[in-house]
């Protein structure tokens, strides 16, 4: 019970983000670049003051330095993917990573076998959010991007899951937050055509602190934590909370009524149904 509500607390910050991302003026792409850096500084000032050693020999350095540039490429695509199309194509794009989670780990696991009922579940919660975010097939070209945005976010997870109770959380997410950050440097010239990301003013500084420390030192890693164990499909289950809790939280504090459609009180039952459902048919097969 408490890793489902560690999750259910990493989810509701990450649905902050949204809320974030309209307070920052900065462009998106330099947002991240400040938010992987800032996020890094913090995972090592956490080591440290846990005293734990950030030393690991070089070849496993390399790995998760590698891990950490997935999950950057799988941000800049995000990126990517809302200009080539719009901010909802994204996130309607974004809950196929169960289905990619689970058609992807049985080959890296070794197990080679499919469950056909994460299959069907991971389905209904396309559909569920679907129903949230209203996708025109005008904006394929972004929903195909974002499309590969959510297979890399599925094998970040998936090779996540197999080293994360070999280090620390804080450990393993400074050297992923220094591979993130290194990914979306080298891709900022491409996007931006600047070497380097813009300066933040004092607001927005303020707004990446929060952004950096508590949506990703503290997301990330509660994220991170929990994967140790809970089930990569449980947490991309749980995950799937995130348009409920970002367009609930936008609505509080922005006033943002209007994106609540009919279609969203009936996504986010379905959402909200199999969240709490799922793991009583878990626990009662088991």
Avoid at 51 to 77: A, N
Avoid at 121 to 140: D, F, K, P, S, T
Wanted: hydrophobic fraction near 55%; charged fraction near 10%.
């Amino acid at each position: 019970m408490r890793d489902y509500l560690q999750l259910h607390l990493v989810v509701l910050a990450w649905g902050f983000t949204a809320i974030l991302g309209k307070l920052i003026t900065l462009p998106p792409l330099d947002v991240t670049v400040w938010r992987t850096a800032l996020a890094a500084a913090g995972f090592a000032l956490l080591a440290l003051a846990l005293r734990k050693d950030l030393r690991l020999p070089c070849g496993e350095i390399l790995g998760l330095f590698g891990t950490g540039c997935i999950v950057g490429w799988h941000w800049v695509l995000f990126f990517l993917a809302a200009r080539l199309g719009t901010a909802s194509v994204c996130l309607a794009a974004l809950p196929t990573t169960m289905l990619w989670c689970s058609l992807i780990k049985p080959i890296i696991d070794g197990t080679r076998r499919w469950r056909m009922g994460e299959l069907l579940a991971g389905v209904v919660m396309v559909g569920a959010v679907w129903l949230i975010y209203h996708v025109e097939l005008r904006y394929w070209q972004g929903f195909t991007v974002a499309l590969l945005s959510a297979v890399l976010a599925a094998v970040f997870a998936v090779i996540n899951k197999q080293v994360t109770h070999r280090y620390h959380f804080s450990v393993l997410s400074f050297y992923q937050m220094l591979g993130a950050f290194t990914a979306c440097v080298v891709t900022l010239p491409f996007f931006e055509h600047r070497a380097l990301a813009l300066v933040p003013s004092g607001a927005d500084f303020g707004w990446l602190l929060v952004l950096s420390m508590v949506c990703t030192v503290g997301g990330f890693g509660g994220y991170v934590d929990a994967l140790r164990r809970v089930s990569v499909f449980t947490a991309n289950m749980i995950y799937n909370m995130e348009p409920v809790y970002g367009i609930v939280l936008a609505a509080l504090i922005l006033g943002d009524t209007e994106k609540m459609s009919g279609g969203f009180y009936v996504g986010a039952f379905i959402i909200v149904a199999a969240v709490v459902l799922m793991p009583l048919m878990t626990r009662r097969k088991a």
